[in-house]
């Protein structure tokens, strides 16, 4: 009899990881708490190093998927651990036994609201990454050419006070994306990258930030922004203290991007305050083992992948996906060969 696997998420460490228990010859039932399958991927409009299209790279992922069960706008709402398997009702009202659950609950986007010294929800030219992505993508960017654009880094990690240390990985290269997206947009506009050290660690990254600096013009100034505040005629004064040379800065914008780390989801953590699973102090789920074994949880037949385990880009987040199926197979394999 083909075995059950509880896949809890439908962004792309679920759909992959779905589509390879597929293959695999598991019974896959996949769960999502939105109305659609794909996570922030479905939010994004294009990705970086490459500048590749959001929706081809999620189409791609859910054409794997098909011959899944999926069940969208679905969480679980009680999950019991029986000697051998999982019990899961769901809150479409359907009762699941699993031999293995996968979660990949991935992660949710800092409240810029939080940090109220940049004046999210207060000024109108402030906006985050992911209201910029939706921009692109609905293809919203305002009509009226802004002069002076900046971007934010680090807003809500490598922050003590935001209640985050951790570096969230993608928002530098995220940011020198969008920079040379509104470059690409409105030319003549003057843009600027407050950051604190750039981290582009993956491959072609760095050319990205060569291209943002040679080709686009970008200025990259190294220093925290430490207030924004709106002048008479509708625009941003932006204060921030260039640490290279040690000196203020004051710059006028007509917008400000915040780069808006990740943090643990929400729906994560309610699945894990019903097992008790461990975090870590950045408030993600704790693997058995960092090294050798990432997607393993300390429960027997429980499972990660993705960022429910801490910040990681999309790659990272599919090749976690696959050694998931990979470690579900495993242990399916030894618990059910058992005597
Ligand atoms: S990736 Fe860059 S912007 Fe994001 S938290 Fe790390 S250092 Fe800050």
Partial sequence: MKKNILVIGGGPAGLE??????????????????????GHLAKWDRLFPDGVSAKQTLNALLDEVSGVNCFTETEVQQLNVLEKSYNAILSNGITILADAVLLASGFDLFKAEKKEEYGYGIYEGVITNADLEEAFREKKLPAKHPQAIGFVHCVGSRDEKAGNPACSKVCCATAVKQACEVKEVYPDADVYCFYM?????????????????????????????????ETTDG??????????SSKPLKVTLDMLVLMAGMRPSESGKSVGRQLNLTTEEDGFFSSADNLLSIQRSK????FYAGACTGAKTLPDTLHEARSAAIEIDRYIKEKFSEK
């Fill in 235 to 244: 625009r941003l004064q932006v204060k921030a203290e260039d640490t290279l």
């Fill in 17 to 38: 990881a779905s589509a390879n228990l597929k293959r695999l010859g598991y019974n896959v039932i996949l769960i999502e708490k939105d109305k659609q399958l794909g």
């Fill in 197 to 229: 050290d750039l981290r582009m660690f993956g491959r072609h990254y760095e050319d990205l930030y060569l291209k943002a600096q040679k080709e686009f013009g970008i200025r990259f100034i190294r220093g925290r922004v430490s207030e924004v505040a």
């Fill in 299 to 302: 429960l027997p037949g429980f």
